[in-house]
């Protein structure tokens, strides 16, 4: 254990990945998810409205919006367990950014809280996978 202190090295890496990994997945999921993934299709192409709106194709709201709400329900799910870690990190990444200047177009930096944090975060899961923990590990 002294080693592991004087060399500044954490004293748990992987385990604390792991935990930020699954609470990532897991408070996105519950409080964002869910809702959104059991919801109807004008919900749906209400997510969608402002991405489609943006490129110019309104026809593309409902699928755009289901989307959005995939990566925020069954890609959260992804990432809690560390199964298709990063092209779910990805696609919540993807969904984030979004929502991250749709908010900060409204109502600046203030109101765009949340969304930059799942979006620091899914880069975050992105960039350093599913860690020791994970499905993809025991799987592949």
Not at 42 to 68: C, H, K, N, T, Y
């Amino acid at each position: 254990m002294k080693n592991l202190l004087f060399n500044n090295q954490p004293l748990f890496p992987e385990t604390s990945y792991f935990v930020l990994r699954l609470c990532t997945g897991i408070a996105m999921l519950y409080y964002h998810g869910w809702s959104k993934i059991l919801s109807d299709s004008l919900r749906w192409e209400r997510l969608g409205s402002s991405l489609s709106q943006w490129i110019g194709l309104d026809a593309l709201a409902v699928p755009l919006g289901f989307m959005a709400a995939f990566s925020e329900s069954i890609g959260s799910l992804l990432i809690a367990l560390g199964l298709l870690t990063r092209p779910a990190a990805f696609l919540l990444g993807i969904t984030m950014l979004v929502a991250s200047s749709k908010k900060l177009s409204e109502a600046g930096i203030d109101g765009s809280e949340l969304p930059l944090l799942f979006l620091m975060l899914s880069v975050v899961v992105l960039l350093k996978g599913p860690g020791k923990y994970s499905l993809d590990r025991i799987l592949f």
